[in-house]
């Protein structure tokens, strides 16, 4: 089953303690992306990766840096959290370009306290 | 700033009645307009999409109107269900590289 996995699903942590979001998908996708849902707001673009070892910015990557070191794993680390990072996180996956449909994980709630 | 301005935010229909929402964008580079649904509790999944060479898109239930001209597009739901229960949202995007731009949401509910 063609799958993009997240975890945590839920995380409740403390200001500036370093965090990490993990995101692996089954697929062999090229494209993969972090997203942020906010109210109001819809989903923005945090980070997106072309291929190992390729990554770029999205709309709103302050406070947020990537990795891509397999082609399958694309880990989301917050160095030192602050509140106004309190989002649902989503990871998303596509096969060569973005008008491919894309495969988005099932989220992961971060609470920065 | 929204690129991509989507309205209403919230939406209430009666079951088989039509369900409309509207999405409209400034940048003209915009080359692909997909639409997403969301369950609670879970990802976004592609719908259905449009590219700006055509006026009209239908898949089953489900259809997207885009107007060039006015940079407009909208999403159709036609004989809602409460199953179609969700939070749509459409999205841009230009060219190569996966960058999608997102409006900001709307919440349907079909009353059954």
């Known amino acids: 089953e063609a799958q993009v996995t997240q975890n945590p699903r839920y995380l409740i942590t403390v200001t500036g303690k370093k965090l990490t979001v993990t995101c692996s998908q089954n697929m062999n996708h090229e494209y993969m992306s972090w997203y942020r849902q906010d109210p109001g707001l819809g989903l923005r673009q945090i980070y997106y990766s072309m291929n190992v070892e390729v990554t770029d910015k999205g709309d709103v990557p302050e406070g947020y840096k990537v990795s891509r070191k397999e082609k399958r794993n694309f880990p989301l680390i917050l160095e030192s959290p602050s509140p106004n990072q309190t989002s649902l996180y989503f990871c998303?996956?596509?096969?060569?370009?973005?008008?491919?449909?894309?495969?988005f994980g099932d989220g992961t709630r971060l609470s920065i306290l | 700033q929204q690129q991509v301005k989507q309205s209403p935010q919230s939406l209430i229909v009666q079951k088989g009645g039509i369900s409309i929402i509207n999405c409209a964008y400034e940048n003209t580079a915009f080359d692909y307009f997909p639409w997403y649904q969301q369950f609670p509790g879970k990802g976004p999944a592609l719908l259905i999409a449009i590219r700006p060479d055509v006026s009209e898109k239908k898949e089953g239930r489900f259809t997207i109107s885009f107007n060039k001209s006015a940079k407009q597009f909208s999403l159709h739901i036609m004989d809602s269900q409460p199953g179609d229960s969700a939070t749509y949202f459409c999205a841009a995007t230009v060219g190569w590289g996966n960058k999608l731009v997102f409006g900001a949401g709307t919440i349907l509910r079909v009353k059954s």
């Open positions: 998303a996956s596509s096969a060569n370009r973005a008008d491919q449909p894309q495969h």
